[in-house]
């Protein structure tokens, strides 16, 4: 089968869903080996903050298909839950993706006086691992897969075979 002859899905973004998910699983299973990889070496604080930033970019796009689909009964009280649990998500995907204006003092959250200077720092505690962002968002692999889960998991059962979501996703900035 082409294609163009595939099947439309039996909801919408199952298989986006199912993606971001997978992503945050692969993280959240490395947590621990994460962790415990000596600091001393830079390739391994790379591979470190390479993960967490995979997981920065997963969680954000959960939250994206959340307010594509927030006029579905029960997706904003989702997405607002995922958000008690991960604060900050979009503004630091915003950050790790845009590090070009924000290494320059040009990012979006600068110009506004929410984040000063640029830095990222990866604190491993020895059982998960925090990816700080700018000192002000944290993304930690104790809190996020649970958060990450749950979303997902009601994601898919909220937007059933034949539920419809709105044509154009919520501009928050």
């Not at 391994?44 to 920065?56: G, V």
């Not at 997963?58 to 298909?65: E, G, K, T, V």
């Not at 979009?90 to 600068?110: I, M, N, P, T, W």
């Amino acid at each position: 089968m082409s294609p163009t002859d595939a099947q439309p899905p039996s909801a919408p973004f199952p298989n986006e869903i199912r993606e971001a998910l997978r992503r945050a699983a692969l993280v959240h299973g490395r947590a621990a080996q994460l962790a415990v990889l000596g600091a001393e070496n830079p390739i391994q604080e790379a591979d470190r903050a390479a993960h967490l930033t995979n997981l920065a970019f997963a969680l954000r796009n959960l939250l994206r298909i959340a307010e594509r689909a927030s006029d579905v009964p029960g997706v904003s009280e989702a997405k607002a839950k995922f958000e008690a649990a991960v604060p900050g998500v979009k503004d630091a995907r915003d950050v790790l993706e845009h590090f070009d204006d924000y290494s320059l003092g040009d990012g979006r959250l600068q110009a506004r006086g929410e984040v000063g200077e640029f830095f990222t720092a990866v604190q491993p505690d020895g059982k998960y691992v925090t990816l700080n962002i700018a000192g002000r968002y944290r993304i930690s692999t104790e809190a996020t897969f649970p958060a990450a889960l749950e979303l997902a998991a009601n994601l898919l059962r909220l937007l059933a075979p034949g539920r419809a979501i709105t044509a154009e996703p919520r501009r928050s900035r």
